[in-house]
């Protein structure tokens, strides 16, 4: 199914006095392949945020952003146009967040080059289902027009550190752990654990010099990982006990442009809705993009 839409939005910053700088980042899409009746669904803001940054000491900044598990899964999420599926969106601190506050710190005080850390909380992002369970009422499925249950989370913590090691090699982990929401750990599944944490970590290393770039990215999961369709009336979906989770890329940038890609992904779950486990994705993956200029670039992208 052929698909358009467009990305959009900006970032600012201030001199506030000496050296205090604020800054803004808001990023919206918009979908271009729908009728007008349609087009609420397909229009939302990605990111969302503002802070303060106090020179060497760090920054603080507030709104929708990316999770700290993202510092490490960006490194992966390179491939033109697949990749980055264990990156989910709206699911705790993984991917792109509502609600978190972030404290960064580049080159460690000023102190250390390439020693990089963060801090993130997370509050609580509740659905109807999470109000129909305090009620005493069992839910499993999100309403429409609202969070779904797999969209849903308490509160949380998050960190991460990256280190550049030198000659283009870097290393980074990230930790989170986060409340379930009274909804989730009522969830309506043929099995599904009452843990009232949810918590996961990721480890990473990269190469880029020379022209050459590669990547690898492991991470797991506890009580996190959703799988199945959380819109219909089924049994079949939920968190899965544990998620176990593998990202590599390698890309070569040739000096006229071309970038040709190769990766690989696989996310494999443990404790389903039967109490087994099973491969969620898993693929390999073809491409190439090719920069025209500093403002266009084509791609094309193939998974095997």
């Known amino acids: 199914r052929r698909s358009f839409f467009l990305h959009y939005g900006f970032n600012g910053e201030a001199q506030l006095s000496e050296g205090i700088t604020g800054f803004g980042t808001w990023e919206q899409e918009v979908g271009l392949s729908h009728a007008e009746s349609g087009g609420a669904k397909s229009n939302f803001t990605r990111l969302g945020f503002a802070g303060i940054k106090f020179a060497d000491a760090g920054s603080i900044d507030y709104g929708r952003n990316y999770g700290v598990l993202y510092d490490v899964g960006a490194w992966t999420d390179m491939m033109p146009e697949f990749g980055a599926d264990t990156t989910v969106t709206d699911n705790f601190m993984t991917g792109r967040a509502n609600g978190v506050f972030t404290y960064r710190n580049t080159n460690f005080f000023g102190m250390v080059d390439g020693l990089n850390f963060a801090l993130q ?85 990269k190469y880029d010099a020379n022209n050459l770039y590669l990547a690898a990215l492991y991470s797991e999961t506890r009580n996190m990982t959703p799988y199945g369709d959380f819109s219909g009336n089924k049994a079949k979906h939920g968190f899965a006990d544990k998620a176990h989770n593998l990202e590599l890329v390698a890309q070569y940038a040739l000096d006229f442009g071309l970038r040709p890609s190769v990766g690989y992904l696989q996310s494999r779950i443990d404790g389903d809705y039967q109490g087994k486990s099973q491969t969620i994705k898993k693929y390999i993956e073809v491409g190439a993009s090719y920069n025209f200029n500093k403002n266009m670039l084509a791609f094309i992208d193939y998974r095997i």
């Open 121 to 205: 909380y997370q509050g609580k992002n509740d659905t109807k289902e999470d109000e129909k369970g305090r009620r005493g009422l069992k839910g499993g499925r999100g309403l429409k027009g609202g969070r779904g249950l797999n969209e849903a989370n308490g509160d949380g913590y998050g960190l991460s550190v990256t280190y550049d090691l030198g000659n283009g090699v870097s290393a980074g982990a990230a930790y989170t752990s986060s409340n379930r929401t009274l909804g989730q750990r009522m969830l309506n599944s043929a099995r599904n654990n009452k843990d009232k944490r949810a918590e996961a970590y990721s480890l990473g290393l």
